[in-house]
């Protein structure tokens, strides 16, 4: 199966965390911590805690801090959370009361739904959005990026409490000395979400949010190429000697932060059980090769594929919000092909080629569902190169085309032609190359 864009970007995981993660591995440790289990539940190092537990952990945040090139004096880390969603949350619940207002990009814009997003008509989508008060900022719908000048006026009027910056679909860099600015100047505190590029932040690819931010979150298999979950970093120590602020906020020299015990309370006990040991361990390893030259290398080559499948797809006359890309993913308006990102999805996916179907904003403001997400890491980790990258933009261009065709001769292509489509002579003809194609690249840890 061709991979560009996996369905919530999920990476293709390297071999030893993969194993730490498998069922029979999860066996041998569970064999190794049957009786010690239950007292791994609690935070309290000095009490209750195995050993072999505590180590695997410790190592695991220490791994953490050094992947992302942070001082332990000034940065504190949970690993712990079970997914991204459940550390964004985890994060609100510990560091506001219910009802206190957020304030994050808009779903449609490229928000994701865990910063507080609800439906044009009212509908509380996430937890967020349910036990707080949250208020979108969105992106100009004529060119695709953020509008900081409105952001901050929005952000002024509102007062958020907590200023999330970060998306699941937004192609372009953070700005964050923008975000601080704004942040100080409203009385907020400053929190990323990095899930979608935490491993080009890892491998200083893309702007470093920890100059800037006060609570950083991502999840772990995504660039990261981890087990699933979720990890949260906060600012610790005294507010005096964070660099980055204007000092509207941040005045006090000799105030500490107090992100660390509500945060860690917040994961354990108010939101989870005990912590999932194997998780920890894999994600212990994904971080050692998250420091690692070899991961740099990996990393830079996922922009320079993105960089190279925006291109030739541009070349073919295909709409890309914001134009282009600076990192790993890119969004493609299908609209002037008169495609949904649903229908293009499942045509797609007839072909053995995944992509994930997104909304975006129309030139005209007005939400549209006609985008889909692309992104370059899972068949980078296959050892794809920029034409590789260039042949996978023919192919799903011509999906495209397939997909058009097929509206043009059905009309609305509902359930029943959409599933008498997947042996028609075009779609059987890209699905062959598609896997002659596929097959060329190993799969990671196939052979396991």
């Known amino acids: ?25 999860t066996n041998l440790v569970e064999i190794l911590m049957m009786m010690l289990y239950q ?32 001082n332990h004096d000034h940065w504190g880390v949970n690993v712990q959370p079970y997914s991204w969603n459940s550390a964004n949350f985890a994060v609100l619940a510990g560091l506001l009361s219910p009802g206190e207002r957020i304030m994050g990009l808009d779903s449609p814009s490229g928000g994701h739904m865990s910063h507080g997003y609800y439906t044009p008509g009212g509908k509380k989508v996430s937890g967020a959005s349910v036990f707080f008060e949250s208020f979108p900022y969105k992106v100009d719908p004529r060119t695709g990026y953020i509008d900081y000048e409105k952001l901050e006026e929005k952000a002024l009027d509102y007062r958020p409490k907590i200023l999330i910056c970060g998306g699941s679909s937004y192609p372009r860099d953070w700005e964050f000395p923008r975000f ?15 899930a979608q590029i935490s491993g080009l932040v890892a491998a200083k690819e893309a702007p470093n949010p920890f100059e800037y931010c006060d609570v950083v979150t991502s999840t772990t298999h995504k660039s990261l190429r981890g087990p699933r979950g979720g990890i949260i970093f906060y600012r610790r120590g005294l507010k005096g000697e964070k660099q980055q602020s204007i ?52 990393m830079r080559q996922v922009k320079k594929n993105a960089k190279a499948l925006a291109s030739a797809l541009i070349s073919r006359k295909c709409k890309l919000v914001t134009g282009g890309t600076d990192n790993h993913l890119l969004l493609w308006d299908l609209t002037p092909l008169g495609l ?32 889909v997400r692309i992104g ?30 097929a509206l043009r001769e059905h009309g609305k292509l509902h359930k029943e032609p959409l599933k008498s489509m997947y042996h028609c002579k075009d779609i059987a003809e890209l699905r062959n190359q598609v ?10 840890a196939f052979e396991i």
């Open 376 to 405: 370059s890491p899972a068949m980078t980790s296959r050892g794809c190169l920029e034409p590789d990258f260039e042949t996978m933009a023919e192919f799903l261009y011509r999906a495209a085309q397939i997909a058009s065709g």
């Open 247 to 298: 000092n509207l906020n941040h005045c006090e020299s000799n105030v500490q932060y107090d992100f660390e015990e509500k945060i860690n309370f917040s994961v354990f006990p108010s939101l989870q059980g005990g912590p999932h040991n194997n998780h920890i361990a894999a994600l212990a390893i994904a971080l050692k090769q998250a420091a690692s030259p070899e991961y740099k290398v990996y």
């Open 340 to 371: 949904t990102g649903k229908v293009y999805e499942k045509v797609c996916e007839m072909c053995h080629i995944t992509v994930n179907k997104v909304a975006i904003f129309s030139e005209n403001g007005v939400i549209s569902p006609g985008g």
């Open 180 to 194: 601080r600015f704004i942040a100080d100047k409203c009385g907020a505190i400053l929190m990323f979400d990095m």
């Open 1 to 25: 199966m061709l991979d560009p864009g996996s369905n919530h970007s999920s990476n293709k995981t390297p071999k030893p965390p993969f194993q730490t993660d498998r069922p029979y591995i």
């Open 435 to 444: 896997e002659a194609f596929a097959s060329q690249f190993a799969m990671p």
């Open 39 to 70: 007292h791994a539940k609690l935070r309290k190092e000095k009490k209750y805690h195995d050993q072999h537990i505590d180590q695997i952990e410790s190592l695991c945040r220490e791994r953490a801090l050094q992947a992302f090139g942070l």
